[in-house]
């Protein structure tokens, strides 16, 4: 079975703090994928990014960084001097190797005040 | 643009009634999803749909219905047996073989009246 776990529910910082959003995943499988996505409270899921089990370099994207570590079975996102406009509910998820389906955790929201 | 269309963006149903949400892709993508999104519960898949006139249930298909008769759409009926309803649902597609992001619609939010 796969599962993913974003422990953190809520989060709240101040402009410019770092921030960083946890995600844990399950799964057996050697090939998997896994995302993240972005909703603003417009509803619409924005990708942000996929990595595959067999790239564990982390990536660095601006603000936005993410670590993808095998060993903790984790692939936590870091946003680097936030800004309010990085508010929204992000999303964590793991594909498995040769499924179609998307398995997400249940988001966390972040919400940054000027 | 290519894209995914989902309308309405809100629907008010009674209880008792069918509805159907609409999804339509002009991305020529192979698969198409439907996930329901209640507050602090994530995204759910309720259908799935790789080709044409093909389709399997996901975690939480009981009182929902699809179809695929064409590459582009795939709607999704709640009917009268889904118990409770009301959400956000999401409509998701993806190029098969990609292990790319999948490409999501701005959802419908349903409400029961």
């Known amino acids: 079975a796969q599962k993913v776990t974003q422990a953190q529910t809520e989060i709240s910082v101040v402009e410019k703090e770092d921030v960083t959003l946890d995600c844990v995943y399950e799964t057996r499988d050697t090939t998997y994928y896994l995302f993240w996505y972005k909703q603003p409270p417009s509803g619409e899921l924005v990708f942000l990014i996929r990595r595959n089990s067999f790239d564990e370099q982390n990536e660095i994207s601006g603000r936005y960084s993410w670590n993808f570590q095998k060993s903790t079975s984790s692939f936590n996102f870091t946003i680097t001097a936030s800004q309010v406009v990085d508010s929204a509910v992000y999303f964590c998820a793991l594909r498995q190797g040769g499924s179609e389906k998307l398995v997400f955790g249940k988001g966390t929201k972040l919400t940054v005040n000027p | 643009d290519g894209g995914i269309t989902q309308s309405p963006k809100y629907l008010f149903r009674k209880e008792g009634q069918n509805v159907t949400l609409s999804c339509e892709q002009n991305l020529n993508h192979d698969a198409m999803y439907w996930y329901r999104q209640d507050p602090g519960q994530g995204l759910r898949l309720i259908y799935y749909?790789?080709?044409?006139?093909?389709?399997q249930k996901g975690d939480i298909a009981e009182g929902y219905s699809v179809s695929r008769e064409k590459k582009e759409s795939f709607p999704l009926t709640v009917t009268s047996a889904q118990k409770n309803p009301t959400a956000f649902y999401l409509c998701a597609s993806l190029a098969l073989g990609g292990g790319y992001g999948y490409t999501f619609g701005s959802g419908t939010r349903l409400t029961v009246v």
């Open positions: 749909s790789q080709i044409v006139n093909d389709f």
